[in-house]
């Protein structure tokens, strides 16, 4: 969506590597989440961020670390990725109670 | 925690008919939002729809509107004139402070030409 970006779309890793994805945002927004999606689950919050270098859990943290050094950039780290993170990744803003998601990356462990 | 509940996994509707998508969530708070969310095979997620709390008017989208029964914690879709572009995923989703979107688990929906 317009204003938001994820990157890679797509990729494979192996298991025990380390993986971070980035999501970018142009609209200056203070709130950022990062969410995971799984058959059966929904979209459940990873962490976020309601500023730069502040940041927190949310439901499924564990295996997660985040930063954001900037207002536009939120990364998300997998320390060592495990095949039970094999999933898709979205990251959000907000604003008010207005959201808008990225497109998300589809991230596959092997 | 409020959760949100979305009791069928799957729908499936005549085209032109009308379908209703279910949701039911936990909250001990008086203002929040709710949302229904679309989301095709391209996997981006799209609003459909949006309900204040405190508003007991049930928003409307065109084709779209809500029954929203706030005693009851309930939230369920309506989707009428179905058209196979409808055919996805839905989310319903509540709105806590700290601005966290909790979603519930979504309906797949199939529309049958």
């Known amino acids: 969506d317009a204003g938001i970006t994820q990157s890679p779309r797509h990729k494979v890793t192996e298991t025990g590597t380390p993986v971070t994805l980035r999501c970018h945002q142009t609209e200056n927004h203070r709130y950022m989440y990062w969410y995971r999606q799984d058959p059966g689950h929904g979209l459940r919050l990873i962490h976020y961020?309601?500023?730069?270098?502040d940041t927190d859990k949310g439901e499924v943290s564990d295996g997660y670390s985040v930063s954001r050094s900037k207002t536009e950039d939120f990364l998300l780290t997998l320390e060592s990725a495990t095949s039970s993170q094999t999933s898709v990744y979205f990251c959000?803003?907000?604003w008010g109670s207005g959201y808008t998601f990225g497109s998300g990356t589809r991230l596959t462990v092997v | 925690a409020q959760t949100v509940t979305q009791s069928q996994p799957e729908m499936s509707v005549q085209e032109a008919e009308t379908v209703t998508l279910s949701c039911t969530y936990d909250?001990?708070?008086?203002?929040?939002?709710l949302f229904w969310y679309k989301q095709p095979p391209s996997r981006q997620m799209i609003l459909v729809i949006r309900q204040e709390a405190y508003k007991q008017q049930n928003a409307t989208e065109n084709r779209f509107s809500v029954n929203f029964q706030k005693a009851a914690k309930s939230f369920s879709l309506k989707i009428s004139d179905s058209q196979l572009g409808d055919a996805a995923m839905y989310f319903c989703a509540y709105l806590q402070g700290a601005q966290k979107l909790v979603f519930g688990q979504g309906t797949r929906l199939t529309i049958n030409p």
């Open positions: 961020s309601y500023g730069v270098k």
């Open positions: 909250t001990s708070e008086s203002d929040y939002y």
């Open positions: 959000a803003i907000s």
